[in-house]
């Protein structure tokens, strides 16, 4: 069974910076794409960004130019570094798989919880 656990977030200033962390076990890391998602108060879980095996990067445009994706397969680890951050992104943020559907996931860490706020 796979496991995910997601660490870093916590409370930041509007223009502050985190940088989230997400450590998976159970899988065989190295050879899957992955993704960050988010899940907004009242709204569905939704993609972030994704990085595949080889390093190419992908981001939803409302982060573009202000998140980076990376990972360490030696670590088994995959980080968001979040700049410049916006109320709009508070959110309680997950990784997982990435470039597969959302609703073929079946296992979900407990996620960490990012606030924007002055």
């Known amino acids: 069974q796979v496991q995910l656990v997601e660490s870093g977030g916590g409370l930041v200033q509007p223009g502050g910076s985190l940088r989230l962390s997400c450590v998976v076990s159970?899988?065989?890391?190295?050879?899957?794409?992955m993704g960050w998602y988010r899940q907004a108060p009242g709204k569905q879980r939704d993609l972030v960004a994704t990085?595949?095996?080889?390093?190419?990067?992908n981001y939803t445009d409302s982060v573009k130019g202000r998140f980076t994706i990376s990972r360490d397969n030696a670590k088994n680890t995959v980080y968001l570094q979040m700049n410049s951050l916006k109320p709009e992104n508070t959110a309680v943020y997950y990784c997982?798989?990435?470039?597969?559907?959302?609703?073929?996931?079946?296992?979900w860490g407990k996620g960490t919880l990012v606030t924007v706020s002055s």
């Open positions: 990085i595949r095996s080889g390093g190419t990067t």
């Open positions: 997982n798989r990435g470039m597969v559907p959302i609703s073929s996931l079946r296992y």
């Open positions: 159970g899988s065989i890391f190295s050879i899957y794409a």
